[in-house]
C-alpha cells in the first residue's frame, strides 16, 4: 500500500488552501511543488467540491466556499486518489472553528458510522459529502485497487477524518488519513470503529498547538491507542505554533520524506493516573497536564464505577448539562470514602494550577466548587483561543 | 481630614497608581508573546512590479493590464494601460494586518484584459506572505509574450521557512531569473 511521504502530505493540505476562493480567470491551485506534480493530477474546471460552514449567517445565506479538491494518481501512485480539505479561514463572517472553540455547549450528531461525532463537523461534512460523492464514484466504484489519501488541516483535518471513514464504508479499498492540527471528532466509540476502519491514520500535532486539545474529554483522538506524531516539542500552549506556514509551521516541521524520521508517541487514552494534593505545584499549562488530568479525572470514575453512566450521559447531553453531572458524581464518589476524596483534591488541586488559579485551596468537595473548578479548568484551556478569535472581528 | 491629605498629594498618589499598573502590565509579561496578536503589522502584499506586454514579439500599446491582491477574502485590484513600449508598472503594495493563529490564503496575480477576454500572465499565492526575495526579485523586470504558453517556475526557497514552497505560473520571462530553481510547461 503507497503511502504519502509527511512533506507531501503537508504540501496537499497546505494547497487546499487555495481552493476556497477562485481567481479572475477560475480556480487554480497554482504551481504545485514538484514531488505532487510528478506523482497526482488535479482537474479544477468544474471547481473545487464545495461545502457550507460557519456560524448561522454563513448557513442561512447558504454561503458555499470551496473545501476539498480531488486529485488522481501517476507514477508511483498510479491508481491512487487523493482527497485535500482545506483549514479553517478566519474572518467576522466565516466563523468556521468558533462553534468548537468557544461554545462549551458542544452538540452531538450521529455520524455516518452510527457513533457520536461533533454536531458542527458533521454539518459541514454533511455539505460536502454530495458533491464528493459525485466526483469520486467515477473514480473509485471501477478502481478498488488503489489507495484513497485524505489530507488535511486544522478544520480540514477533521473533516478528513470524517470522509476517509466515510469513503471506507462506502467504497471499500484502502484509506489512508493524514491530520496536521486536526481537533478532536468523536467520543470512544468513533475514535475506536475509525482506528479499525481506515488502513492508516498519521495524526501529526505540535505539542504546543491547542486545537488538537479540543474538544476536551469525553472527545478521543483516534487512532485509539495508537501513535500520534509530534513534529515539534513545546511546553507551553501557543496558539501560533497551530499555523500550517508560520514559525514552526506543520510545513516546515513535515519536511521530510520519511515518516521514521518524525518522533512517535503512543497515548494511551486514559492510563491509571492518580494525582496528590501536596504535588499540585508540578502542573502548568501545557498539553502534557491538560492529558494528565483527563486520565486522572477518568481514573477516578473508573474505579469507582462511574465510568459507564457517565459516558452514557456525554452520549446525550450537551456539555454544560454534562459537566453538571460530573460534578455531582464527583461530589458523590468523594463521600464513599477517604480515598476518593483525596483523589478528587488531588485532581481538582492540579485543575486550579493548571488554570493560573495556584493560590486557591480546595478546601470543600461540593458539586458547585467542582463545577466552579471545571469551569475555571476549560476556561483556561479555550482563554487563548477564543481571544484569538475575538481579536478578528 | 484623610481626603483632603490625599488631595494635597496627587502626585505620589498617581505615581504608586502607575507603578502598580505597570506591576500588573509586566507581571503578565509570560503572556505578552502569546497575546502579540493584538499588534497589527505591516505586510507587503506586492513589490513595485514592471513589466512589457508583447505579442509575436511586438510590444502591445494600450493594453489593460490587472493586478488582483489577495489576503483572505479582501482583494485588492489595481489597473494599468501599457504605454506604446508596452511598458507597465504597479506600486508596491503594502497593507496593515492582524495576526492570527489561522492561516490566511495570499495570492497574487497579473492579468491582461482584452475586451471580454482575460489571460493571466502571472501567478503565485502561499499561505500568510508572499514576501519573499524570490519573488520580489522576479516582478522586478518582466516581459510577458502572449503567445507562450503558460510555465510552471519553481522559486528558490526562503532558507528560514524550509518547508514553504514556492512556485508560481506565467506566461513571461524574467530578467534576473537566478531564483528559478526549474521552469516547464504547466500540463
Not at chain 2, 36 to 45: H, R, T, V, Y
Request: net charge positive.
Amino acid at each position: 500500500m503507497n503511502t504519502l511521504t509527511p512533506q507531501m502530505a503537508s504540501q496537499l493540505a497546505n494547497a487546499a488552501y487555495r481552493i476556497r476562493t477562485a481567481e479572475r480567470t477560475g480556480y487554480s491551485l497554482g504551481q504545485l511543488p514538484p514531488q505532487i506534480t510528478k506523482n497526482f493530477s488535479f482537474d479544477l474546471s468544474n471547481g473545487p467540491v464545495q461545502g457550507v460552514s460557519g456560524g448561522m449567517f454563513s448557513r442561512m445565506l447558504n454561503r458555499k466556499t470551496g473545501f476539498a479538491v480531488i486529485g488522481q494518481g501517476k507514477n508511483q501512485y498510479h491508481g491512487d486518489t487523493v482527497v485535500a480539505v482545506r483549514g479553517t479561514y478566519m474572518n467576522w463572517k466565516t466563523a468556521e472553528l468558533r462553534d468548537v472553540v468557544t461554545d462549551l455547549h458542544f452538540g452531538l450528531a450521529t455520524g455516518d458510522n452510527q457513533t457520536r461525532i461533533h454536531a458542527g463537523f458533521n454539518k459541514v461534512f454533511q455539505s460536502i459529502k454530495p458533491v464528493l460523492a459525485e466526483n469520486l464514484d467515477p473514480l473509485l466504484r471501477a478502481n478498488a485497487k488503489g489507495t484513497v489519501h485524505c489530507v488535511g488541516h486544522s478544520l480540514g483535518g477533521a473533516l478528513a477524518h470524517l470522509t476517509a471513514d466515510w469513503i471506507k464504508h462506502k467504497y471499500g479499498g484502502k484509506v489512508c488519513l493524514y491530520t496536521f492540527g486536526a481537533p478532536r471528532v468523536g467520543l470512544t466509540e468513533f475514535a475506536k470503529k475509525t482506528t479499525a476502519s481506515v488502513d492508516k491514520h498519521f495524526r501529526c500535532v505540535h505539542a504546543s498547538d491547542p486545537i488538537p486539545m479540543i474538544p476536551v474529554w469525553p472527545f478521543i483522538h483516534a487512532p485509539f491507542n495508537k501513535q500520534e506524531f509530534v513534529l515539534s516539542p513545546g511546553m507551553m500552549i501557543n496558539p501560533f505554533h497551530h499555523s500550517m506556514e508560520s514559525n514552526p509551521g506543520y510545513i516546515n516541521t513535515a519536511n521530510t520524506h520519511s515518516w521514521e524520521h518524525v518522533a512517535q508517541q503512543t497515548n494511551i487514552n486514559a492510563k491509571s493516573v492518580v494525582l496528590r494534593y501536596a504535588e499540585r505545584h508540578r502542573a502548568s499549562y501545557t498539553t502534557y497536564w491538560a492529558l494528565r488530568i483527563t486520565d486522572a479525572l477518568v481514573t477516578i470514575l473508573k474505579k469507582a464505577g462511574q465510568l459507564p453512566v457517565i459516558m452514557a450521559a456525554a452520549g446525550i447531553g450537551t456539555a454544560l448539562t454534562f459537566y453538571d453531572l460530573l460534578a455531582r458524581s464527583m461530589e458523590h464518589i468523594a463521600k464513599i470514602s477517604v480515598e476518593f476524596a483525596d483523589d478528587i483534591k488531588g485532581l481538582l488541586g492540579h485543575m486550579l494550577v493548571f488554570a493560573g488559579k495556584v493560590t486557591t485551596a480546595v478546601t470543600e468537595l461540593t458539586a458547585r466548587f467542582i463545577r466552579w473548578v471545571f469551569d475555571a479548568t476549560l476556561g483556561a484551556l479555550y482563554r487563548s483561543v477564543r481571544l484569538a478569535l475575538e481579536n478578528l472581528e | 481630614m484623610r481626603t483632603s491629605n490625599v488631595w494635597r498629594k496627587p502626585l505620589p498618589l498617581l505615581a504608586a497608581a502607575l507603578s502598580f499598573l505597570v506591576f500588573i502590565v509586566f507581571s503578565q509579561q509570560v503572556n505578552a508573546d502569546m497575546f502579540s496578536w493584538f499588534k497589527k503589522k505591516e505586510l507587503q502584499l506586492s513589490p513595485t512590479v514592471q513589466g512589457q506586454i508583447l505579442l509575436h514579439g511586438q510590444p502591445v500599446k494600450g493594453i489593460t493590464v490587472l493586478r488582483d491582491l489577495n489576503y483572505g477574502d479582501e482583494l485588492y485590484t489595481d489597473r494599468q494601460v501599457t504605454g506604446s513600449d508596452g511598458h507597465f508598472s504597479f506600486p508596491a503594495k503594502n497593507i496593515r494586518v492582524k495576526d492570527s493563529m489561522f492561516d490566511t490564503d495570499v495570492r497574487h496575480g497579473l492579468f491582461v484584459e482584452q475586451g471580454s477576454e482575460i489571460t493571466r500572465i502571472f501567478s503565485i499565492s502561499n499561505l500568510n506572505t508572499l514576501d519573499f526575495k524570490s519573488f520580489n526579485t522576479l516582478l522586478k523586470n518582466m516581459t510577458c509574450e502572449l503567445s507562450n504558453p503558460e510555465l510552471g517556475y519553481d522559486l528558490e526557497p526562503d532558507p528560514a521557512k524550509p518547508g514553504v514552497y514556492l512556485g508560481a505560473i506565467s506566461k513571461c520571462s524574467f530578467a534576473d531569473e537566478s531564483v528559478v530553481t526549474n521552469k516547464e510547461i504547466v500540463e
